[in-house]
């Protein structure tokens, strides 16, 4: 790989950060857990500069890589990371009635997610937060599509319930 190609796959999955910290965060359900999966990620891949070479689909890639930290995270401490989330990470800092609504929505929306089974999880944030088609979701997760949909709809019935929107 040319020294040319070396930057630009390393611009790639700069990048990608925030998205990959949202999808480290669902995973964890802690920011700063995410954080740390995240920096842990990025620095396997960028001390590894030969694996570079043959990555053809980056995002996925590192994906991958951060959900395998976890799971191998997971299986050596066998305890939960629970941190607080952080409130209203991405709302403006002036505290009008809407702003507070729209906070403690947020946080209520976060707190439920953070409980629904990973196999919920996982494809309501692939789908309807990141964007993914359910071809690509399914391929993501290494399961059918069937099962995919099966899933999400599950998932969404039970965020919809808790949050209070469905009975």
Known sequence: MT????QDMRH????MMPDLRRYAR???RSADAADDLVQTAYER??????????????????RCI???LWVDQKRSSRERLSA?????EHIGTEETERTLIARSTLM???EVMAALPEEQRAPIMLVC????????????LNIPIGTLMSRLARGRLELARRVGLAK
Request: hydrophobic share 40%; aromatic share 8%.
């Open 3 to 6: 020294s040319w190609a070396l």
């Open 12 to 15: 790639a999955i700069t990048t």
């Open 26 to 28: 669902s995973l964890t």
């Open 45 to 62: 891949v960028l001390t590894r500069q030969v694996s570079l070479e043959s990555i053809e689909q980056p995002a996925s890639w590192m």
């Open 66 to 68: 951060i959900r395998n």
């Open 84 to 88: 607080p989330l952080e409130d209203g």
């Open 108 to 110: 209520r929306v976060r």
């Open 129 to 140: 937060v990141e964007g993914f088609s359910y071809q690509e979701a399914a391929a993501e």
